[in-house]
């Protein structure tokens, strides 16, 4: 598994997107709610861009004649036929089981210093520096 840095994170806010092109394909790693994802830019309808879509929540189970919306930055909408997906796992709302975007793993790592460094040793009081 190869690894990309895509940005730091106070680059990327809550609500927000990055569409990366990595690997030959097309990305999108979003920030839902302080969590990221990342999911194939491409609706498995008709092959949509789809990480350019409105990001929104959905309507949750209620009782009869009320309405309760939810999970506000976690439903992404293909910007063609409006197909809806979980950006957490990358099922469609509709039919989770056979409609899907694959996902990719996405991580928060601590910055590496980007610094060469070199073993140095101290022999008989002379410095030797081995490169």
Known sequence: MERYVICKVTEMQTGQRKIVQVGGRSIGVFNANGTYYALRNSCPH??????????TGTTLSSQPG???YGREGEVLACPWH??????TTGKSLFDPQKCLVKTYDVAV??????????????EEDVVVLYV
């Open 109 to 122: 790592e601590p910055v590496q210093d980007s610094v060469e460094t070199y073993k140095v040793s101290v």
């Open 82 to 87: 409006g197909w809806e997906f979980d950006v």
């Open 66 to 68: 009320q309405y309760r």
């Open 46 to 55: 008709q092959g949509a861009p789809l990480c350019l879509g409105r990001v």
